[in-house]
């Protein structure tokens, strides 16, 4: 069955960057595109954006482009997302997405919770 | 790229039937036929519930059904049972070759 596992919770000061993980399994890690979601604690969806795992490729929100990498090892299915210049607005929930066609995540990975306090 | 627009609530009796709407623009809902549609349960990942309008992922139930007229797209869960309480999303690829989600939607069930 199709899984993507995050890596765990971080608190970070102002200023730093994180770096959360997301490990694939039970498909081919290449074939389909990775999005990053997150969600401030009582807030809404808010995407990040995509990663073609088998080029690289990636396209971000605007409002992210500057501070947001996103990153994967095919050798062990895994994409990576590192936010940088961190700023208390940035706590949330981020969620890695497998993606769907357009547009469309249709597996969500479990959650990091990044908690960015002085 | 602005959020796209949910009522905050919709609420409905069990067996009931609602609708959720989600209004964008021509660069995005009016654009493409590409709308998704996300449940929220409190502490959990979102799950995917309607793609591309109107289809449905296996295992999803056929009371959810989807549909768009213009820069609207809709959400429609009929025979509303408790399980269907939580937070809709909608969400829609743009002209900019991205995504927006909407401000989302908590159903209640009566």
């Known amino acids: 069955q199709v899984q993507l596992v995050q890596s765990g919770a971080e608190v970070k000061k102002p200023g730093a960057s994180v770096k959360v993980s997301c490990k694939a399994s039970?498909?081919?890690?290449?074939?389909?595109?990775i999005n990053w979601v997150r969600q401030a604690t009582g807030q809404g969806l808010e995407w990040m954006g995509w990663?073609?795992?088998?080029?690289?490729?990636?396209g971000y929100a605007q409002k992210f482009q500057g501070r947001v990498t996103m990153t994967r090892n095919t050798s062990i299915s895994t994409a990576y997302m590192e936010l940088s210049s961190l700023r208390s607005e940035d706590t949330a929930i981020y969620y890695c997405?497998?993606?769907?066609?357009?547009?469309?995540?249709?597996?969500w990975g479990q959650g990091t919770l990044v908690t960015v306090s002085s | 790229q602005s959020a796209l627009t949910q009522p905050a609530s919709v609420s409905g009796s069990p067996g009931q039937s609602i609708t959720i709407s989600c209004t964008g623009t021509?660069?995005?809902?009016?654009?493409?036929?590409?709308v998704s549609w996300y449940q929220q349960h409190p502490g959990e990942a979102p799950k995917l519930m309607i793609y591309?309008?109107?289809n449905r992922p296996s295992g999803v139930s056929n009371r959810f059904s989807g549909s768009k007229s213009g820069n609207t797209a809709s959400l429609t869960i009929s025979g509303l049972q408790a399980g269907d309480e939580g937070d809709y999303y909608c969400?829609?690829?743009?002209?900019?070759?991205?995504?927006?989600f909407g401000g989302g939607t908590k159903v209640t069930v009566l």
């Open positions: 990663m073609n795992p088998n080029s690289g490729s990636t």
């Open positions: 021509s660069s995005d809902v009016g654009g493409y036929n590409y």
């Open positions: 039970g498909y081919t890690f290449t074939i389909y595109d």
């Open positions: 997405a497998r993606g769907l066609g357009m547009a469309t995540q249709d597996y």
């Open positions: 591309d309008v109107t």
């Open positions: 969400s829609s690829y743009t002209s900019s070759n991205t995504v927006v």
